[in-house]
Structures are given as structure tokens and as C-alpha cells.
């Protein structure tokens, strides 16, 4: 039956109720706030009322109004009630269609917090109407929960205390905490000593290309002899004059970036030769300890970001470098260096346009060298001249000869000064040649018959040692001695590696994350709770709070600056101006300018506007934030934000509405976070900008809308800890993100049946508080998880192995999982509601396991 009888008697009770809110000033002045006109639509009994909360006082009328509404929710009686109850889950009426909403609907959800104290008005005015039937009963007290633990339960004594890892324990390894303040690490670099005096300069050139060649052509012949450990090394012999004119046109304060094919780049840049070494020989004492390879190698003292094994990747980390210094307001420049086969990538495209939108300070290297890996140029691009690409961004493109060491520093020491004004960035295109295969043992049979040998006529080398003698900057004997010298600097350096320890295996660990401060990973006692604000709203205050407190946080993404999709960061742009960035539509741009950027002293907050679009993040996230520090042996700390929503309920079917929180969750070096409640999200997200190592931060679409209540002042929620939700002691229940809301509401309604629900929110699921959940479980007995996600490797598998590892006896039932079927999310309602798991879903389980 319906819950009223009548429109009149709906009348009279939505009358009384709108007279009571009207007349309590605290409760009439935040609806005010909302400044606009609300119609409410009701079925069965059917009616309507518009409510003008334009300015006081507010009025209202009951039936037609001609007032233009500028929002219309349109439910049955029946919601209504349950909604001024406090009972209704508004999120997932909307997303289920039990609410109807037309107009300005983000404007009017920001009342919610408002209307939250009409919930008590409500409940009164029901009684005053002699309507007492209508509210329902207080809920039963719930039964004390067994001071026993299973173990006790069945064995009559106790096994004592379960050996539980420390919270902030993934895998193998720990993060490292740190007491106090601490900052990502960010290394000075030192002074490289080029010569000011040209004529020393042009010596300095010849020195280094044949330092690069020596060091090189040892790596040729230790690799034919098999004493490397790895089968795989790219050299760049016959290259020498692009990598020494363009990092020579650099100072030691700007950054370089390099690719899989890098030792030259890095030695033109000044690396430590004997680090270089000892790297690749795999070593302790090698820059990266031993962890980086010929393929990661990098030395931050020289402001080398990294050599990378993905081609094309240097692009947007020297953008995200050039960002930084933008940012900073310093005159530093980031140059990269690619192959010609990066030009082909997206995120070489990304990268330029991001730059020249910008106007980032970056100098963009292409060393086209004929071939991309095996490939001939012609084969792989319609474009003869890789430098007119640069036409499509705007920028300046400039084609030099790459075996001429001096054309090659004259060109881009003109784009670094451009770059130095504020002029943006320059494509540079050096036209060179790869002596050696792409890797050392290919044969290089893709090469014509003669081609080999016409490059080696113009070795960069000998065509600048011949230059330099015939304008008597090089006196007789002088080529020899630099020979003499630079193989007796890499003879060193090669005994000095081959003398060298092994990493220890205690070392193996280390490095995946950075040091963090110890505040942000443990309870702390805050203020309690006073305000309340939507989940949304807290998010806002958090990113605001921090970048108050830290001039290095910014926020970039799409269409961040009027709010993004879902609004969450409108005003920001106001409050920061400069600090909030909006984007091209470039998610591997965002991604990868928030690695630069971060790798370079800033804390960058990248919103990507729906978590299915992490799919074309990818590689910044997996490949480079999560392996940098690692990879760079601890050199380089990543502290930065991912914020995406993520999850159904909207009708945006299936590009748009899946969860992805446990696909990452198995890349060692990332922090993931899934926040539930507007209490939780701003504390996380305080912790997560604190951070110094990325961290994803998933955020429930359908939780923009719920409400809760927060402290004032500075608070963070710690890293790595669960929160019990709701205690009870017939079942634990392990839910993710948007499903705790929709476990608490299941929870309720069994404790009507006598069964006591515990409901765990991990809040972090990496890392993942194990001690919380077991504690749990070890005093249920039982255990079910729930997420939004698909069913099949879901995160509840995790949950659910961690504990059988633990003790299998903890269980005295078989574990349940709820999740979404193993399908792709579907347009149509009805369709969409069948996929992903709901409360009776839920209920269905915990019954399962009490079975």
C-alpha cells in the first residue's frame, strides 16, 4: 500500500514539513544558498511542489505554479517519504530511476548537506499529524559481538595472536617511513665544467664523441664475449656528433631525457663513466645499483630524467619536465632525445602538441638514424623530412646534418635560447646513421650492399677532427692523445666495474618506494566531525587545502579550471590561478607530463576524466611512475595524483561506467586508493598529495553525492588502514569504494533478521591493511567481499587469499565473492542494474555463508 493515503493527506504533511524548514534559521539558510527554484513531481499518490529558494523567506506552493522550476525531481510518494526519512540512498535512486532529475541537478545536490537536520523536522512533523505509523522503529540493539575468536571457539583456548605483517607491507618489501616533513627527492645538479672559450669548447667535442665511441665499442666486444648479464644492448656508434652537440648546447641545470639507446646522451651529458660502467656490468657500485640496465641507466646529478626503454616515452617526460620549470618560474630546459620510429607514437604526438601548447620550454631531439629498429624509414612514414612534422603543432622544425658535431650544437643551442625566452619548444631532426644493428648480434641483413661503408666516409669523428686541423685548433699528435686518453678512461672504468660487488639480495627491495612521512600512515585523533559536507564538496577542500600548504601541488587535466565532468574542482581555478591547468584531450600527455613534472620537484594532481580512460594512460602509469624510482636505482622520487571516477549507474554504458581499482592493483611501485565516504575521501586525498610515490585515487561516481559529516581543520586519513564501518559479529563484510554505502544499507536490514553484519572498508587497497580484515574474520568466522568490479580476478580474490593465507581455520564457511558478471556494462537501465551488484545481491551472500 501506498504510505499516504491521499493528495491531500501528502498535502498537508509536505506543507507542515516546508512551515517547519522555513521557520528554523539554521536549516532555511543553507537551503537558501542554493538560490534557485525546485519543483518536486510525486506519484501515487500523484501531486506536486515548487519551492522557491531564491531569497528569504523561503515560499512554496502546493499543486501547479506557473514559477519556472530550474530543477525538477520527479519520484513517487513513496521515495519521497523514505527520502526525508534519511533512508534513501539518493546516488542509487538515481542511478536506479527511482528519482528522476531534470535542470540543474549538480546545483541542487549541493543542497543535500542543507537538507540533512529536515531529516529529524520530518520525522516530527509526522508525529504532530498523528501520523506515527509512519516512522519506522528504532532499530533493535544489536548483539555484543563474541570476545572470542574462532580458534577459541573451536579449540576451547587460545592460539594466540596472529603474526600479522606491518600495515604498510606489499609483498616483499616495505615502504620506508620517516619521521617528520619529507620531500620527494629532488638531486642539485653539479657543474659538468664546459669550456667558455670556444676554440677549448670545440676540443671538449671531439674529446667527448670519442669518449662515447670508446666507452661504446668496449660494450661492442664485451658483449661478443658474453660478459654482460643481458642480452640485449643498444648502441649508438656513428651517432656521436648529435648526442655531443646537443647536450653541449645544455646547462648543467637543464634535463635531458634518452631512450633505450642513451649511454651517448648520457656520457655527452656529463655521467659518471665509472657509474656508467659499472651499470651496465650490473653492479652495486653501477648509478642505478645494478637495477637499471643499459636500457633505465640515468645519473640525476648530470639532470639526466632517465634513459627509457619505451620508445617515444622521453617525449612527455621532458614535457612534464618543461613543465616544472614553468611552474617554478625558473629559465631551466628540458631536452629529448627519440629515434626516428618514436615519431610514429602517440605520445610523441601528445607531447608536441601539449609543449607547443604551452609554449613548454623543451627541445625535442629526433636522431634519424635511417632505420626503426629494423625498418627503413621510407617503410614507416609517408614524411621525407621528420622535422616538418612539427608544422602540425605550430612549432618551429628544423632539419641539420647529425654527423656535424657543430651544426648539430649551433641549431640547438638557438632552440634552447628560444625555449629559454619563453618562446616554447623546436623539433630538431638530426640526419645521422647507425654503424651497429639496433641491438649488438643483428646481422643487418635489411640494409642494401655499400650503405654501411658510405657513412662510414663521413664518420662524425674524423670530420671533426679534420675540421679542427685545418683550422689549427688541433696541433700534431693532438687526435692521438685524446685516443690514448679516452681508452685509458674506459680501461678504468671497465676494471673498476669488473672489480665491483653484486647487488646484495637485501637490496632487492629497496627502491620501489620512496621514503614517505611516517603522519600519513599512521591514526591520528582528530577533531570531531562538525560539518556536513558531500563527497564531493570534501574533495574540493582537500586538493584546495594542500595547495595552499604546498606551493609545488597543481592540478592538471580536462576542463579542470570550470569543474570537470563532474564538477569537483569548479573555483579552484579562481582560488589558484596558473596551478589549475586545463589539458588538451591528451591522457597520455596528462600522464606523462605529471611523471616529468613530479620526477622534477613538483607534487601534480592529474585528473582523467573517467577511469575507463586509464586504458590510453598506460605506460606513464605502469612503465614509468610505478618503475622510475626503482629503475633509477632510488635517484628519483614520483610524487604524484591520479583522480579518476570510475563506476555505473548513469546510463553511459560501456566505455564509461567500469571499475577498475584492482586492474593495477599488481604493479609493484603504485599506491591505489578507493574512498567511500566524504570523511575519507579528503583525508586519503590529503595523504595521497602528501605521498611521495603516484598514487591512483578512484572515486565512485555515485559518491559525489553522498554526505557525511567532517572535521574542521587539517586532517589526513592513514595509508594502508582499514575502517570498520559497522561492527558486528555474525559475518565480515570486505567492501570497495561505491559498494560500502550499498553493504551498510544491506547491513541494516539484516540486523531486522538478527544476522550482525561487520562491514571493512579497506580505503587502501594497496597497500592493503591484511591485519584489519583477518582481525575480523578470525572473529566471524565468515566472510564476504563486494566490488563493483568484474567478477572474475577481482580484488575479492585478494582479500580472500590473503586471509586463507594467514589461516585457512579462520573460515567456518566457505568464502562468497559479489561482483559485476563477467560483461561489458550495458546502455539500457534494466540491463545495467542486472550487471552490477546491488543490496539484495549483497544480502543474498551474507544469508549464503550463514548457511
Known amino acids: 500500500m501506498p504510505v499516504f493515503e491521499s493528495a491531500e493527506q501528502l498535502y498537508e504533511v509536505m506543507g507542515a514539513l516546508f512551515d517547519r524548514l522555513k521557520a528554523t534559521p539554521e536549516i532555511a539558510d543553507g537551503l537558501l544558498e542554493g538560490k534557485m527554484v525546485v519543483r518536486f513531481h510525486w506519484k501515487g499518490p500523484d501531486g506536486q511542489a515548487t519551492v522557491d529558494l531564491r531569497s528569504a523567506p523561503i515560499t512554496y506552493t502546493l499543486g501547479p505554479s506557473d514559477l519556472e522550476p530550474d530543477v525538477e525531481m520527479i519520484q513517487s510518494a513513496d521515495v519521497a517519504h523514505r527520502f526525508w526519512l534519511g533512508k534513501l540512498n539518493v546516488p542509487q535512486a538515481i542511478a536506479t530511476r ?20 529536515a531529516f529529524a523536522v520530518y520525522r516530527e512533523v509526522l508525529a504532530a499529524q498523528g501520523l506515527e505509523q509512519l516512522v519506522p522503529p528504532a532499530a533493535a540493539p544489536r548483539r555484543r559481538r563474541s570476545k572470542l575468536t574462532l580458534w577459541q571457539r573451536i579449540f576451547g583456548k587460545s592460539r594466540g595472536a596472529v603474526e600479522m605483517p606491518p600495515r604498510h607491507v606489499l609483498n616483499a618489501h616495505v615502504i620506508p617511513l620517516l619521521e617528520g616533513e619529507t620531500a620527494p627527492d629532488v638531486v642539485t645538479p653539479r657543474e659538468v665544467g664546459l669550456p667558455d672559450d670556444g676554440r677549448e669548447l670545440r676540443r671538449a667535442m671531439l674529446e667527448r664523441m670519442m669518449l662515447i665511441r670508446a666507452f661504446e665499442q668496449h660494450l661492442a666486444d664485451a658483449f661478443a664475449e658474453r660478459r654482460l648479464p643481458t642480452e640485449a644492448i643498444h648502441l649508438s656508434i656513428g651517432q656521436e656528433a648529435a648526442a655531443v652537440g646537443s647536450c653541449f648546447a645544455l646547462r648543467s641545470t637543464d634535463t635531458m631525457t634518452t631512450t633505450h639507446r642513451g649511454h651517448g646522451h648520457m656520457i655527452a651529458k656529463g655521467a659518471d663513466l665509472n657509474g656508467m660502467m659499472a651499470e651496465l656490468y ?24 632517465g634513459a627509457n626503454g619505451i620508445v617515444g616515452a622521453s617525449t612527455l617526460i621532458s614535457t612534464g619536465a618543461g613543465l616544472a620549470s614553468r611552474l617554478a618560474a625558473d629559465d631551466g630546459v628540458s631536452l629529448a632525445f ?14 608536441l602538441n ?34 616538418d612534422r612539427a608544422a602540425a603543432y605550430g612549432i618551429p622544425g ?15 643551442n638557438e632552440a634552447v635560447e628560444r625555449a629559454r625566452r619563453g618562446e616554447g619548444p623546436t623539433l630538431v631532426e638530426c640526419f645521422t646513421y647507425r654503424w651497429h644493428g639496433h641491438m649488438e648480434g643483428d646481422e643487418m641483413g635489411y640494409r642494401p650492399a655499400g650503405e654501411l661503408e658510405e657513412w662510414k666516409e663521413r664518420d662524425p669523428i674524423l670530420l671533426w677532427r679534420d675540421r679542427l686541423l685545418a683550422d689549427e685548433m688541433l696541433g700534431p699528435g693532438g687526435f692521438e692523445a685524446m685516443e ?27 627502491d620501489v618506494f620512496a621514503p614517505e612521512p611516517a603522519s600519513i600512515y599512521r591514526p591520528s585523533d582528530p577533531a570531531e566531525p562538525t560539518r556536513t559536507v558531500t563527497y564531493s564538496k570534501a574533495l574540493y577542500e582537500a586538493i584546495s587545502e594542500e595547495m595552499t600548504r604546498d606551493e609545488t601541488v597543481f592540478l592538471m587535466g580536462e576542463d579542470v579550471v570550470g569543474g570537470g565532468y563532474f564538477a569537483v574542482t569548479s573555483g579552484l581555478g579562481d582560488e589558484f590561478p596558473g596551478r589549475i591547468i586545463d589539458t588538451p584531450i591528451s591522457e597520455y600527455a596528462i600522464g606523462g607530463a605529471a611523471v616529468g613534472a613530479a620526477m622534477c620537484g613538483r607534487r601534480p594532481i592529474a585528473e582523467i576524466l573517467f577511469s575507463d580512460f586509464l586504458t590510453t594512460v598506460m605506460d606513464p602509469i605502469v612503465n614509468q611512475a610505478a618503475k622510475m624510482r626503482f629503475m633509477s636505482g632510488g635517484q628519483y622520487s614520483v610524487p604524484m595524483v591520479i583522480r579518476t571516477p570510475g563506476g ?36 586519503l586525498l590529503k595523504a595521497a598529495i602528501r605521498s611521495s610515490n603516484p598514487v591512483l585515487f578512484f572515486e565512485n561516481k555515485l559518491l559525489y553525492l553522498e554526505v557525511g559529516e567532517i572535521p574542521e581543520g587539517d586532517y589526513v586519513v592513514p595509508i594502508g588502514m582499514a575502517d570498520i564501518k559497522r561492527s558486528g559479529g555474525d559475518v565480515t563484510v570486505v567492501a570497495v569504494g561505491g559498494m560500502v554505502p550499498l553493504a551498510l544499507e544491506s547491513a541494516e536490514a539484516l540486523a531486522a533478521e538478527g544476522i550482525e553484519v561487520e562491514v571493512v572498508d579497506p580505503r587502501t587497497l594497496v597497500p592493503l591493511d591484511v591485519a584489519t580484515i583477518v582481525d575480523s574474520v578470525a572473529r566471524t568466522g565468515r566472510l564476504v567481499t563486494v566490488e563493483e568490479a568484474a567478477l572474475t580476478h577481482g580484488f575479492g580474490c585478494e582479500v580472500i587469499a590473503r586471509v586463507v593465507e594467514i589461516d585457512p581455520r579462520l573460515l567456518s564457511a566457505p568464502a562468497r565473492r559479489v561482483a559485476a558478471k563477467d560483461i561489458p556494462i550495458a546502455y539500457a537501465r534494466g540491463l545495467e542494474r542486472a550487471t552490477v551488484p546491488d543490496v539484495d545481491a549483497i544480502t543474498a551472500a551474507v544469508k549464503k555463508v550463514m548457511d
Open 338 to 351: 627519440m629515434g626516428d620510429g618514436a615519431t610514429n607514437q602517440g605520445m610523441f604526438h601528445e607531447g
Open 398 to 412: 628544423i632539419r641539420v646534418d647529425g654527423n656535424d658535431v657543430w651544426a648539430v650544437y649551433e641549431v640547438v
Open 98 to 117: 527511482k528519482v528522476v532529475s531534470k535542470g540543474s541537478v549538480p546545483k541542487a545536490l549541493k543542497l543535500l548537506p542543507a537538507v540533512k537536520p
Open 282 to 305: 650490473g653492479k652495486r657500485t653501477g648509478l642505478c645499483k645494478g637495477k637499471g640496465g643499459s636500457m633505465h641507466v640515468t645519473d640525476a646529478t648530470v639532470g639526466a630524467l
Open 648 to 683: 555505473g549507474g548513469l546510463g553511459m554504458a560501456a566505455q564509461h561506467s567500469q571499475s577498475l581499482e584492482a586492474l593495477l592493483t599488481g604493479i609493484p611501485g603504485l599506491i591505489i586508493m578507493a574512498p567511500s565516504s566524504p570523511f575519507d575521501a579528503k583525508g
Open 354 to 387: 601539449f609543449a607547443a601548447v604551452f609554449d613548454l620550454p623543451v627541445v625535442f631531439v629526433i636522431e634519424n638514424n635511417q632505420y626503426g629498429e629494423f625498418t627503413p624509414i621510407g617503410d614507416h612514414t609517408r614524411v621525407p623530412r621528420l622535422a
Open 484 to 510: 690514448i686518453e679516452t681508452t685509458s678512461l674506459v680501461k678504468r672504468a671497465e676494471a673498476a666495474a669488473a672489480g665491483a660487488e653484486d647487488p646484495s639480495l637485501e637490496e632487492l627491495a629497496k
